[in-house]
């Protein structure tokens, strides 16, 4: 079983919405610093938000507040990136990620990684 698993990319046209799922392990869920990044073509890595379950978030990348959101769900060890008001530049893979290093509102050092899943926006 992977340790975290993204699901729920796809294509919708500007405007539009996605809510992204980050599955992982109970342990890692529990313990660890979970994080969202993207990384959209010919550009580096950036991360969007950091969290622990146990604290909430500890950052959000300020271009995003007020059109993506995260939530969980703490009885499916699941986070949620609710993503509203897409646009081109949103387009990206986009990963959950996990540390257990601090501080947590630090967006680097992230060492465990899912696979990414794929958003693409476009009329």
């Known amino acids: 079983q992977a340790q975290l698993e993204e699901s729920g990319g796809g294509s919708v046209p500007p405007g539009g919405s996605l809510r992204l799922s980050c599955v992982a392990s109970?342990?890692?869920?529990?313990?660890?610093?979970l994080g969202w990044f993207r990384q959209a073509p010919g550009k580096e890595r950036e991360g969007l938000v950091t969290?622990?379950?146990?604290?909430?978030?500890?950052y959000i990348d300020d271009s995003l507040k007020g059109r993506f959101t995260v939530f969980q769900e703490n009885g499916k060890n699941t986070l949620y990136l609710q993503m509203d008001n897409l646009t081109p530049e949103d387009t990206a893979m986009y990963y959950c990620?996990?540390?257990?290093?601090?501080?947590?509102?630090?967006?680097?050092?992230?060492?465990?990684w899912g696979q990414g899943t794929q958003v693409t926006i476009s009329s």
């Open positions: 990620a996990a540390k257990q290093t601090s501080p947590c509102s630090d967006t680097t050092q992230f060492d465990v």
């Open positions: 969290l622990r379950i146990t604290r909430g978030i500890l």
């Open positions: 109970k342990y890692i869920y529990d313990n660890y610093c």
